[in-house]
Nanobody, 118 residues
């Protein structure tokens, strides 16, 4: 079983920055994909950014150029650097990791709230 612990959420003014962290533990499995999703009130959960074990990244159009995803050296930690935050970035952010080459076998974190005030 894999446990994911997220941190780094909070309240920030528009234009500010936050860095989210997600640490995976409890398994020796390697994580082929690590990523961040978000869910705003009344909206569906959406993929924000992902990174493969080979370093390939993928971003939602709405965050390109503002957010950067990266993995720690131990490959069991994933970060999301969020710059130039906008009120529409307000959501609960969830970490997700996959032990398969797709998201078919994956685990979710508990979520961390990010609130951007205007």
């Amino acid at each position: 079983q894999v446990q994911l612990v997220e941190s780094g959420g909070g309240l920030v003014q528009a234009g500010g920055s936050l860095r989210l962290s997600c640490a995976a533990s409890g398994s020796m499995a390697s994580f082929n994909i690590m990523g961040w999703y978000r869910q705003a009130p009344g909206k569906q959960r959406e993929l924000v950014a992902s990174i493969t074990s080979g370093g390939t990244t993928n971003y939602a159009d709405s965050v390109k150029g503002r957010f950067t995803i990266s993995r720690g050296n131990a490959q069991n930690t994933v970060y999301l650097q969020m710059n130039a935050l906008k009120p529409e970035d307000t959501a609960v952010y969830y970490c997700r990791v996959a032990v398969s080459v797709t998201w078919s076998r994956s685990y979710w974190g508990q979520g961390t709230q990010v609130t951007v005030s205007s």
